[in-house]
């Protein structure tokens, strides 16, 4: 008869962070384990809190299933002797799988035919494997992990109580001397030890015990909560799912209240008083229905009602006095100027083999002029950008980025209108952070954009420089982050600007750092191959496939834009049946550049029409395809150079390329590397897989 099976394993409280992965970990495990240890069941719940990871198996078989295995006895040359008698070996392998010589059969497995029997494994009891399970608790993987007392384990957390039963029975093992037992606890001030009959008591108990432990329920509760109180104060709470999963991971019975602010709080910058709310406190920030932001917030406590008037008070009081020194610092900030700020930036550090801030500055200055210059701006707009440059690092000294440091630039955009900067040059000191994540909101302006790629440049070729290369999960200065977002930037903007130019521009402001011959790097190669990956992974996301973005990456990422157009017109015809002749055409052109580094053609020693009417070909194909690259035609480009495999296969069907006159024989191979050079302009074909839907 089958029976349900429960394991909790009870914490001190678990960081928010560690808890859906750590859930999920143990759900995903768990059916890894039952799978292996062929244990068939009807379903897996998970479940988590704050102090408690627990899985529900139900209808687990009570042992294993029985299976049929086949066994590989000794080669039939050995398993018989001359006279075609069994031998000892043959005895011997049958008597140890416990079957007899009838049931011998034969198999060839790499032109030797060996001995083989069917044997039959009974399934184990459950209950004899389940304590096993310990090895699975053990193996959750957790951000960071601890150790207490004398025990040798790590863990997130110190484990305070194990339960696992099978049925009504525990399921006997222990962990960090913590035995297994059927005792589970309630909320720790609402909830008393529980003692569990039945793993499906364990919701129904947990709950009348202060606790729900479905992750989903308690985010459900807490919106229908936050919802109840809009309606009843005519309000609008938005909702940040970040800030829903973390707060729903601190608490173990939720009760959403609203508490107040004064209003003369509401004269501070609307995303201070946010970070104050949501980054430091968990609340989550009202606004009217005009979307105007209101002195109101929205917490949510571990625990019910009882008392709650004066858990509102201790917020209030908490957010008070949170909100007071955010005020002080506003209104402290604004007695100084920029000049005093960007004169503290060259007292701190950015790196010690790279300077102060101030120098990052001034190496950013540099890039920005140099990127105006390449976009050839309006007079307007470069002034107003290399003015945001040199201002974009000065809010890092004011004492509201060093008590919100979530809002450097966010400060840096708001201060310098207050100082009496153009809207332009404010909005691109707040835009030149972005973007902050992966998929992160890109600049808006081209001003916030140019300084963005500035300052991100110098940063990733001055770490490079000084050795700091990231190495697996080791990236302190966010180099693939930031690389990934010079690319999306160049590529959202569509500017005709090569990455490879764009770094030499930045190498040449590190060519003199000093460092240790063992710790530098080939710069120019390092930073290539880096950004080259950075592209991969973003083509990659675009679903755009390995094979086509190692061709089109072949010769450098160049402009990433049109770069990710070649690829995507690549991938469309290599599944045209029209374009695979033409392709093999052009394929085989690369393949025999290959073989030498010819490239002088002398029209006189062309020896055949097909010679001659291949070199007019390309002279007409090269002026069309450099018209088109220059457009960015991605998709005519391509059409243009098939328009070479005709010529190329009359070339090879009626020439010997590598004849024996040595001048007849480079004067070819010149030709046919000339061709190769256009190709490899749009991608090296060789890399790619054709495949053509026939």
């Not at 004169?343 to 990052?360: A, C, H, M, P």
Request: with cysteine; charged share 30%; proline share 3%.
């Amino acid at each position: 008869m089958s029976k349900n099976v429960l394991f909790e394993i009870g914490l001190e409280e678990l960081p928010a962070r560690f808890v859906d992965s750590a859930e999920k970990q143990l759900a995903d495990k768990t059916a890894a384990w039952l799978q292996d240890m062929r244990i068939s069941y009807d379903s897996i719940s998970s479940y988590s809190t704050p102090r408690r990871l627990a899985v529900i198996i139900s209808d687990i078989a009570e042992k294993q299933a029985t299976v049929e295995e086949e066994a590989k006895g000794p080669a039939i040359k050995i398993a018989k002797d001359d006279s075609g008698n069994w031998t000892k070996a043959a005895i011997g392998f049958t008597k140890g799988q416990g079957k007899t010589l009838e049931d011998i059969y034969t198999k060839e497995i790499k032109g030797t035919t060996y001995i083989f029997v069917q044997k039959k494994i009974e399934g184990k009891s459950t209950f004899d494997l389940l304590p096993d399970f310990k090895n699975i608790i053990e193996s959750i993987q957790f951000g960071k992990n601890m150790r207490w007392a004398t025990e040798t384990i790590r863990y997130a957390r110190p484990i305070r109580w194990l339960v696992a039963m099978y049925g009504n029975e525990i399921i006997p093992f222990e962990i960090a001397n913590v035995k297994t037992d059927k005792f589970t606890f309630g909320h720790r001030f609402l909830g008393e030890k529980i003692n569990l009959e039945e793993p499906m008591d364990y919701q129904k108990l947990l709950y009348e015990n202060r606790v729900i432990v479905s992750l989903k329920e308690r985010e459900q509760l807490i919106c229908n909560q936050i919802k109840e109180i809009e309606n009843k104060n005519n309000i609008t709470v938005p909702i940040d799912p970040e800030l829903l999963a973390e707060v729903r991971n601190l608490v173990e019975y939720p009760t959403a209240f609203m508490g107040s602010f004064d209003k003369e709080y509401l004269q501070l910058p609307p995303e201070v008083l946010i970070s104050s709310m949501k980054e430091h406190q968990r609340y989550f920030p009202v606004k009217s229905q005009n979307g105007e932001l209101l002195p109101y917030f929205i917490g949510v406590r571990n625990g019910d009602t009882h008392s709650l008037d004066k858990v509102v008070r201790g917020n209030e009081k908490v957010l008070r006095a949170r909100l007071s020194d955010a005020q002080f610092f506003y209104e402290e900030d604004q007695k100084h100027t920029l000049e005093f700020y960007l004169d503290k930036l060259k007292r701190v550090v950015f790196q010690e083999k790279l300077g102060t801030i101030s120098d990052k500055i001034e190496r950013v200055v540099h890039i920005t002029k140099e990127l105006v210059e390449l976009l050839n701006l309006d007079p307007t707009t470069a002034r107003a950008t290399i003015r945001a440059a040199e201002l974009c690092k000065f809010d890092l000294m004011t004492n509201m980025v060093n008590e919100f440091t979530e809002l450097q630039g966010v400060i840096g955009e708001k201060y310098a209108a207050i100082f009496g900067e153009e809207e332009i040059v404010s909005k691109a000191i707040g835009e030149h952070y972005l973007p902050k994540e992966a998929h992160g909101q890109l600049p808006n302006t081209v001003s916030g954009a140019i300084v963005s790629i500035a300052d991100k440049l110098d940063t990733i070729v001055g770490c490079i420089s000084v050795g700091l290369v990231p190495t697996g999960s080791q990236d302190p200065y966010g180099l693939r982050r930031q690389a990934a977002g010079v690319l999306r930037i160049l590529n959202h903007n569509k500017w005709e600007l090569a990455v490879e130019d764009l770094l030499d521009i930045a190498k040449k402001l590190f060519k003199d750092i000093k460092v240790e011959q063992e710790a530098k790097p080939d710069i120019s190669t390092t930073l290539d191959e880096f950004f080259r990956m950075r592209a991969t992974y973003l083509m990659r996301e675009l679903e755009i496939e390995q094979d086509i973005v190692q061709a089109v990456l072949s010769d450098g990422i160049n402009i990433f834009y049109y770069t990710i157009d070649r690829a995507a017109v690549l991938a469309a015809k290599r599944n045209e049946k029209d374009f695979k002749t033409k392709e093999e055409a052009l394929v085989r052109v690369l393949n025999l550049a290959k073989k030498s580094e010819e490239t002088v053609i002398n029209i006189e020693q062309f020896q055949t029409d097909s010679e001659k009417q291949l070199y007019h070909a390309f002279l007409e194909v090269n002026e069309k395809f450099t018209e088109f690259e220059k457009r960015r035609n991605a998709e005519k480009a391509l059409l243009t150079l098939s328009n070479l495999a005709d010529p190329i296969h009359y070339f090879f069907d009626n020439n010997m390329v590598m004849d024996d006159d040595v001048k007849i024989r480079n004067n070819r191979l010149a030709l046919i590397n000339q061709i190769a050079e256009l190709i490899y302009r749009y991608a090296d074909l060789t890399k790619v897989e054709w495949k053509q839907q026939f």
